[in-house]
């Protein structure tokens, strides 16, 4: 069955840079079709997209986030990283790692989550 | 950027009640809203795509629908393990992706 799991440092200070990685089984990020995502939920602003690389290699983010995010895969190792740089503590939150499939030509519903894992940003 | 609003807030229903959870997106979105439940202390899980497809291994229960840029969440029968929040999120070619607020479900 395919599976999701977040890793990375729980606490972090202000200014540093986070640093978060998916491990995923039961399925390629090669093949066609499927996508890799991070999403966040914060008390202020409940759940938000951060983050897509899809099959391709192809990578999109989210674009009021975009300055501070990258996002890259290992496709030999079925992994995915996201980095945040600049950490505030308003970006105190759970992280999630989720897959995403191809509804016609548009990037689709989340279709797998890990069970996200809590980053707290504070000196 | 497209914005997602969702009511009620929260809702407090019985066991075996009929529930009903409204999306509405600033612009046409066509089909293009997902629902998913999120249980206590638990990841989202994805219940329907496309605004009215239900995803494999959903019970029967929850169905989708879509007036325009108005959607809608039903829970026909709600059960007990039916507790938690629900999100409508939607997608388009951007991609940009957007949640709504969320809907709390009690059960009484």
């Known amino acids: 069955q395919v599976t999701l799991r977040e890793s990375g440092p729980a606490l972090v200070k202000p200014t540093q840079t986070l640093t978060l990685t998916c491990t995923f089984s039961?399925?390629?990020?090669?093949?066609?079709?499927?996508?890799m995502n991070w999403i966040r939920q914060t008390p202020g602003k409940a759940l938000e997209w951060l983050a897509l690389?899809?099959?391709?290699?192809?990578?999109y983010y989210n674009t009021s986030l975009k300055a501070r995010l990258t996002i890259s895969r290992d496709t030999s190792k079925n992994q995915v990283v996201l980095t945040m740089t600049n950490m505030d503590p308003v970006d105190t939150g759970t992280y999630y790692c989720?897959?995403?499939?191809?509804?016609?030509?548009?990037?689709?519903?989340?279709?797998?989550w890990g069970q996200g894992t809590l980053v707290t940003v504070s000196s | 950027d497209i914005q997602m609003t969702q009511s009620p807030s929260s809702l407090s229903a019985s066991v075996g009640d009929r529930v009903t959870i409204t999306c509405q997106a600033s612009q046409d979105i066509y089909n293009y809203l997902n629902w998913y439940q999120q249980g206590p202390g638990k990841a989202p899980k994805l219940l329907i795509y496309d605004a009215t497809k239900l995803e494999t291994r959903v019970p029967s229960r929850f169905s989708g629908s879509r007036s325009e840029t108005n959607f809608t969440l039903t829970i026909s029968g709600l059960q007990s393990e039916d507790t938690g929040t629900y999100y409508c999120q939607q997608y388009d070619h951007l991609p940009s992706f957007t949640f709504g607020p969320g809907t709390k479900v009690v059960i009484k």
């Open positions: 039961e399925f390629s990020l090669s093949t066609t079709g499927l996508s």
């Open positions: 989720a897959r995403s499939r191809l509804s016609g030509s548009y990037y689709g519903p989340f279709d797998y």
């Open positions: 690389i899809d099959w391709g290699d192809v990578k």
